[in-house]
């Protein structure tokens, strides 16, 4: 008898089963209160910890009170260190003093659309790119000096999350974009007015590659946000947890988020992620610590997705090698001089080789971003070098990256093993016999890797 297949009304979809799938959702998600405590863009109305950070930031600031502003603070340090949510939470208490923007470049990935963009959260049109970016400068700076006369103040507040974005364009010139900034600082303050530009990133704005005229202008005003220990997460999610859950989130849970966090290196807004997705997984029910364990396993690969998919060429051509390289040596450490070689080999052949500075960059880059962590070893006389290594297993990335790419790399893995074990069954033949068969084994041998490219 032949298997009667299901009913097309089966897969129809009805008023009525709207309304139960949407009873199902709510009755899964009804551990929340208020999901929004749990979002890492979410500005609280207060920040636990960071006075240290939060009085250096506010120093600089209100210096106009002295007549000076310092033009460029470089706020940096680890993701979810809390730079952002303290530079934001100041801004918001410095109202009758300044006018202020939040602007976050990694939205563009040119220096002219960084430009842009900036003009374009302060309220003005985007010129088409012919126009050129002095003229963006031009509107930047019209918009800013309204501003301030609307407001009656003499000071405003441009800050720049994740500028390192502007560094990815090196035909845009990101030295000339900052020293721009810097030469529009100066000609508001020949008018009275001050601009002060504070810059976010994981990195200090003084480690990256920029012209002698624009680090003397620049200063060395830097605040660096070390990352949160266990205690600090601790404090935090607590805090927004009673905020966000309807139900009590056991402390065996918080400690174990907050430990999880602590070893991703004091990343708060990962804690928070954990809460959120252990809390959507649980159907209702008490959140457990499996449940964070099955929230950390759909983060991670969520996190790589995004990561890869938000990356440029290059940068994925040196995750790549990074995953072919930890699988067919079977070391998780390669150098950095192998993730060169092994990107020479995989870049398409239609596309130009970054130099190997520019390949240095990009690594430390990609680190930044979390899917990779770096270490430093001697060479003995060959100097010091750096080595890289995932921080996930290559069998989570690859796929990713390319599933065709990675499937070849595996098959391919496979076949160079096979090869090996050959070539050790017939050393070991050899041995034993070692007048007779040598030549046809070591023939078959030589065939082998031919055929499967050794």
């Known amino acids: 008898m032949s298997t009667v297949p299901s009913s097309s009304h ?47 930031i506010l120093e600089f600031v209100m210096s106009v009170r002295d007549g000076l502003v310092v033009p460029f603070v470089s706020v940096y340090g680890r993701s979810g260190s809390g730079k952002s949510t303290v530079v934001k939470f100041v801004c918001q208490n410095l109202s009758d003093l300044a006018e202020y923007t939040f602007v ?12 842009s963009l900036i003009l374009s959260e302060l309220g003005g049109e985007t010129p088409h790119q012919g126009a050129g970016i002095n003229r963006v400068i031009e509107g930047i700076e019209k918009k800013i000096t309204t501003a301030l006369d609307l407001s009656k103040k003499n000071l405003f507040v441009l800050v720049l999350d994740e500028y ?36 976010i990133s994981n990195n200090a704005l003084s480690q990256y590659e920029l012209d002698d005229r624009v680090k003397s202008r620049m200063g060395s005003s830097e605040v660096f946000f070390e990352p949160y ?61 499996q449940n964070i364990d099955s929230a950390q396993q759909k983060i991670t690969k ?11 060429y290059h940068s994925r051509v040196l995750i790549a090698a990074i995953c072919s390289n930890a699988l067919s040596s079977g070391h998780p450490w390669t150098s950095t001089s192998e993730i060169h070689k092994k990107y020479l080999k995989t870049i398409s052949s239609d596309k130009k080789p970054l130099s190997y500075r520019r390949i240095v960059d990009l690594l430390v880059e990609i680190e930044n971003s979390g899917l990779v962590e770096s270490r430093t070893i001697s060479r003995g006389r060959y100097g010091y070098g750096n080595e890289y290594k995932l921080r996930t297993s290559p069998d989570l990335i690859g796929p990713i990256v390319s599933e065709e790419w990675w499937n070849s790399q595996v098959d391919l893995k496979v076949r160079r093993d096979a090869v090996e074990d050959l070539k050790k069954q017939i050393e070991t033949r050899s041995k034993n016999n070692p007048f007779r068969s040598v030549y046809k084994n070591m023939m078959k041998a030589d065939a082998l890797m031919k055929k499967y490219g050794k």
């Open 229 to 289: 220990s266990k205690d600090d997460v601790l404090g935090i999610i607590s805090d927004r947890a009673k905020k966000a859950f309807a139900v009590k989130i056991e402390k065996e849970v918080l400690e174990y988020c907050a430990t999880l966090s602590s070893d991703d290196h004091g990343d708060a807004r990962r804690a928070l992620d954990l809460l959120r997705v252990a809390g959507e997984m649980c159907d209702g029910k008490k959140i457990t610590v």
């Open 302 to 312: 969520d996190r790589i997705s995004i990561i890869v998919s938000s990356s440029s």
């Open 10 to 56: 089966d897969a129809e979809l009805t008023q009525e089963k709207i309304r139960a799938i949407r009873r199902k959702i709510e009755r899964r998600n009804s551990v929340f209160s208020d999901k929004r405590f749990l979002d890492s863009l979410f500005l609280p109305s207060s920040v636990i910890g960071r006075e240290k950070q939060t009085e250096s």
């Open 104 to 115: 976050n470049l990694r939205k563009s990935r040119t220096v002219f659309g960084c430009a």
């Open 164 to 199: 390192d974005a502007i560094f990815s364009d090196s035909r845009g010139k990101p030295s000339d974009f900052v020293y721009k900034l810097l030469t529009l600082e100066e000609e508001m303050r020949e008018r009275g007015l001050f601009l002060c530009v504070i810059g």
